[in-house]
């Protein structure tokens, strides 16, 4: 079935040139960008789209990241797109993502790991209402 989900592709990403590469990962893959927008996340967005992360420790540098500059954000679609987009990142951590995948061959870290997907049909309705409210 064709769904949708909601992707950045992260501050590091945008700063290391790899837009180019990753958005034409995912339109070579069969998938449709049906929205795309260069923006630079705020605080209270930050929290907002990690809801579920906000008390963790991990938590203070991954919201001064992904707020230190723009990111794009990207609603695709396509059949299966949400477990599709997934299995193409790769495992949160760069250092341990397979090869193949966007983190494995592009990142080497468990933070700036280039890019978020939406991880179940629930959160990617939930982020798409924060991100794209009149999509
Ligand atoms: P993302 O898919 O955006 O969802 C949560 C983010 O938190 C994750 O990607 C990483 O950027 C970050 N993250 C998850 N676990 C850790 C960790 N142990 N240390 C640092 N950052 C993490």
Excluded: C, Q
Excluded at 52 to 69: C, I, N, Q, R, W
Excluded at 91 to 96: N, S, V, Y
């Amino acid at each position: 079935t064709t769904e949708r989900s909601l992707v950045l592709i992260k501050p590091d990403a945008v700063r290391r040139g790899l837009l180019g590469e990753i958005l034409s990962r995912f339109e070579r893959k069969g998938l449709v960008i049906e929205a795309l927008e260069l923006r630079t996340m705020d605080a209270s967005l930050a929290d907002a789209h990690y809801a579920e992360h906000v008390d963790k420790a991990f938590y203070p540098p991954l919201k001064d990241f992904m707020t230190s500059g723009p990111l794009a954000a990207l609603v695709l679609s396509g059949d299966s797109v949400i477990e599709v987009v997934r299995a193409m990142i790769g495992a949160t951590d760069g250092r341990k993502a397979a090869a193949g995948t966007i983190r494995g061959d592009l990142a080497l870290s468990n933070r700036e790991n280039l890019v978020h997907a939406s991880d179940s049909p629930e959160s990617a309705e939930r982020e798409l209402a924060l991100w794209f409210p009149k999509i």
